[in-house]
């Protein structure tokens, strides 16, 4: 099993930034990859980026994130960051982690209880 913590979640204004983390705990060894998603009000889940754990830290971003928001990893840590600058209204949603975990049998995903980011205009 694996737990996911996310924080850094807030309020601020458009054209600001923040900066959100997500913490993995347990069976962190057989994490692969991991990505932010978000969810905005009465939307379904969508992408943000998502990094590899195993290896280089292989990147990968939606359009909406794309030369504004910049996905990092700490393996020591155990833990992925999600730099966002330049937010704007459209960007107000709940923000979650999850991680895709390979045993010797399957892949399971994980997901964090996410963080609430709220940008005002």
């Known amino acids: 099993q694996v737990q996911l913590v996310e924080s850094g979640g807030g309020l601020v204004q458009a054209g600001g930034s923040l900066r959100l983390a997500c913490v993995a705990s347990?069976?962190?060894?057989?994490?692969?990859?991991m990505a932010w998603y978000r969810q905005a009000l009465g939307e379904q889940r969508e992408a943000v980026a998502s990094?590899?754990?195993?290896?280089?830290?292989?990147?990968s971003y939606t359009d909406s994130a794309r030369g504004r928001f910049t996905i990092s990893r700490d393996n020591a840590k155990n833990t992925i960051y999600l730099q966002m600058n330049s937010l704007t209204p459209e960007d107000t949603a709940v923000y979650y982690c999850?991680?895709?975990?390979?045993?010797?049998?399957?892949?399971?995903?994980?997901w964090g209880q996410g963080t609430q980011v709220t940008v005002s205009s």
């Open positions: 999850r991680c895709l975990r390979r045993d010797t049998i399957r892949v399971y995903e994980h």
């Open positions: 990094i590899s754990i195993v290896g280089d830290a292989i990147t």
């Open positions: 347990g069976s962190t060894s057989e994490i692969t990859r």
